[in-house]
């Protein structure tokens, strides 16, 4: 028997000297309805079930019947507790809708990163889609335009290839809404720019969050100007000198951060793959390219190299709920592709070198770096803007 809210409290109460079984582990359980708490089942308390080890409070009980009640009126099937029997794993709710499987996790509590990624792989090799959803009283109120996700929201950050955009939808039981964070665009490694929208409940068509197109204005590109400055800054005061990897590179290289071009640390679309900022993991190519001088240097190359960094714990990727394994290859081959579009580098057939004759590609003293900057961006501010919103 599963609660779905069809029977009342009274209902359930002549029901509850029945014998009711676990479907994870076949124990008994026991039906209890009060007065304050939503009916459930519950193990007695020396049972270990490890499909029942996370306790649910009242809250995730109740979201996950409202989104059952949603679901089962558009679903071919929608059924509260999915197990899963051939990889062991149980969904808060199991829908199967034209043809698709899919499986809904409401997450109020805390999960490892590792549980995360393992339950999400297990849904998709086994053919079935994970939808998390993350409960909105959980996140963190938003500054005007912008807002701080932890490492454990971000896991719930997803990913519209048609919209080349990253979004996080949330659901809010108290209001019976979804709330979805557009236009996310990283600030740093847990601040990001955004924008949200509320829809209610019955106002959404499963599977679809409505999505709105991300556009890129002089605006956001100000406030990432600034925060490549506050980087900047605060890289060249907290610098771990020759144990900093990035320091260490650029000191073997014969140059430093204050002659940083300003081609290194323009926004990608697809930058909230990596954690660090742009101007940060843009150093690492920079270096690559320079040490390059006239040679070619493969995408191949330079996404392995990229790899490296990341095995040695100078960069690492997000944890969110794309995962596909090309997501650094995104980010590189779109910052090459703006790069080229700029003059700084060249494609030729064996891979990218470096235009050296173009005027932006060095600075050679410290005191030509805010003319540079202020030149740079009066010359091409439009095509990155005509670049990113292609």
Same mark, same amino acid.
């Given at each position: 028997?599963? *609660?779905?809210?069809?029977?009342?409290?009274? &209902?359930?109460?002549?029901?509850?000297?029945?014998?009711?079984?676990?479907?994870?582990?076949?124990?008994n359980?026991?039906?209890?309805?009060?007065?304050?708490?939503?009916?459930?089942?519950? $193990?007695?308390?020396?049972?270990?079930?490890?499909?029942?080890?996370?306790?649910?409070?009242?809250?995730?009980?109740?979201?996950?019947?409202?989104?059952?009640?949603?679901l089962?009126?558009?679903?071919? =099937?929608?059924?509260?507790?999915?197990?899963?029997?051939?990889? @062991?794993?149980?969904?808060?709710?199991? %829908?199967?809708?034209?043809? !698709?499987?899919?499986?809904?996790?409401?997450?109020?509590?805390?999960?490892?990163?590792?549980d995360f990624?393992?339950?999400?792989?297990?849904?998709?090799? @086994?053919?079935?889609?994970p939808?998390?959803?993350?409960? $909105? /009283?959980v996140? !963190? !109120?938003?500054?005007?335009?912008?807002?701080?996700?932890?490492?454990?929201?971000?896991?719930?950050?997803?990913?519209?290839?048609?919209?080349?955009?990253?979004?996080?939808?949330?659901?809010?039981?108290? $209001? =019976?809404?979804?709330?979805?964070? $557009?236009?996310?665009?990283?600030?740093?490694?847990?601040?990001?720019?955004?924008?949200?929208?509320?829809?209610?409940?019955?106002?959404?068509?499963?599977?679809?969050?409505?999505?709105?197109?991300?556009?890129?204005?002089?605006? &956001?590109?100000?406030?990432?100007?600034e925060?490549?400055?506050?980087?900047?800054?605060?890289?060249?005061?907290?610098?771990?000198?020759?144990?900093?990897?990035?320091?260490?590179?650029?000191?073997?290289?014969?140059?430093?951060?204050?002659?940083?071009?300003?081609?290194?640390?323009?926004?990608?679309?697809?930058?909230?793959?990596?954690?660090?900022?742009?101007?940060?993991?843009?150093?690492?190519?920079?270096?690559?390219?320079?040490?390059s &001088?006239?040679?070619?240097?493969?995408?191949?190359?330079?996404?392995?190299?990229?790899?490296?960094?990341?095995?040695?714990?100078?960069?690492? *990727?997000? =944890?969110?709920?794309?995962?596909?394994?090309?997501?650094?290859?995104?980010? %590189?081959? &779109?910052?090459?592709?703006?790069?080229?579009?700029?003059?700084?580098?060249?494609?030729?057939?064996?891979?990218?070198t470096?235009?050296?004759?173009?005027?932006?590609?060095?600075?050679d003293?410290?005191? /030509?770096?805010?003319?540079?900057e202020?030149?740079?961006?009066?010359?091409? =501010?439009? *095509?990155?803007?005509?670049?990113?919103?292609?």
């Amino acid at each position: 028997m599963f *609660l779905d809210g069809s029977k009342t409290r009274d &209902e359930l109460r002549e029901l509850q000297n029945n014998m009711y079984f676990c479907p994870q582990c076949s124990d008994n359980v026991i039906l209890k309805v009060g007065d304050l708490k939503i009916p459930h089942f519950s $193990h007695k308390a020396s049972n270990t079930c490890k499909g029942f080890s996370e306790p649910e409070s009242p809250e995730h009980l109740e979201a996950k019947l409202q989104l059952y009640k949603w679901l089962k009126n558009s679903a071919e =099937q929608a059924e509260v507790e999915k197990i899963y029997p051939d990889f @062991n794993q149980r969904a808060d709710i199991g %829908v199967r809708l034209r043809g !698709k499987d899919y499986a809904i996790e409401f997450q109020r509590s805390r999960i490892a990163p590792r549980d995360f990624i393992k339950r999400t792989e297990e849904y998709t090799s @086994n053919n079935v889609v994970p939808v998390w959803l993350l409960s $909105h /009283d959980v996140l !963190k !109120k938003p500054l005007k335009n912008k807002i701080s996700l932890s490492s454990f929201h971000q896991q719930f950050i997803r990913y519209s290839p048609s919209l080349k955009q990253f979004f996080l939808v949330s659901y809010d039981h108290v $209001h =019976q809404s979804f709330s979805t964070l $557009h236009y996310l665009i990283p600030l740093s490694s847990s601040a990001f720019l955004s924008s949200n929208s509320s829809f209610p409940l019955t106002h959404v068509e499963f599977p679809h969050f409505s999505l709105q197109p991300l556009f890129y204005s002089e605006k &956001e590109l100000n406030i990432l100007k600034e925060q490549r400055k506050r980087w900047l800054k605060s890289r060249l005061v907290y610098g771990k000198g020759c144990v900093d990897g990035l320091l260490s590179l650029l000191y073997q290289q014969g140059t430093n951060l204050q002659v940083l071009p300003p081609w290194v640390g323009v926004p990608v679309r697809h930058s909230l793959f990596i954690k660090e900022p742009d101007a940060e993991w843009q150093c690492y190519l920079y270096l690559l390219l320079m040490e390059s &001088e006239e040679k070619s240097l493969t995408l191949n190359d330079m996404v392995k190299k990229m790899n490296d960094y990341i095995d040695l714990g100078y960069l690492s *990727l997000r =944890q969110i709920q794309f995962r596909t394994p090309g997501r650094l290859l995104m980010a %590189v081959t &779109e910052y090459l592709n703006i790069l080229q579009k700029i003059g700084i580098v060249e494609r030729q057939q064996k891979g990218y070198t470096l235009c050296w004759e173009h005027p932006y590609v060095s600075i050679d003293q410290v005191l /030509d770096i805010k003319r540079t900057e202020e030149q740079f961006w009066m010359q091409y =501010q439009n *095509l990155l803007l005509e670049t990113l919103n292609k």
